[in-house]
């Protein structure tokens, strides 16, 4: 089973940036894709993109469309959120998931790390 852990979350000033990482435990990630999640106080988990792990396609939320972008280094099996033009409706808890097949499902999940904009 796949462990993930996720790093470089903190504080910034709204328009600021963050770039945060994902590794991925084991004996190398061979699944499907790989995405970022986040979760604000009080809300629901909601998706923030995805990138397939061979062809590297990618998906974004509307919300961070423009300002975010996925990316992998698979030789290093660590996955990437490049955050520009933070907002602090970004403030949320930001998770990363592993799809181990192409069935729309993440079977894999890590602790999170916290991103806290201020305005």
């Known amino acids: 089973q796949v462990q993930l852990v996720e790093s470089g979350g903190g504080l910034v000033q709204a328009g600021g940036s963050l770039r945060l990482s994902c590794a991925a435990s084991?004996?190398?990630?061979?699944?499907?894709?790989m995405g970022w999640f986040r979760q604000a106080p009080g809300r629901e988990r909601e998706f923030v993109a995805v990138i397939t792990w061979s062809g590297g396609s990618t998906y974004y939320a509307d919300s961070v469309k423009g300002r975010f972008t996925i990316s992998r280094d698979i030789a290093e099996d660590t996955l990437y959120l490049q955050m520009n033009s933070l907002k602090p409706d970004d403030t949320a808890v930001y998770f990363c998931a592993a799809s181990l097949n192409d069935n729309g499902g993440y079977d894999a999940w890590g602790q999170g790390t916290q991103v806290t904009v201020s305005s």
């Open positions: 084991g004996r190398g990630f061979s699944g499907y894709a």
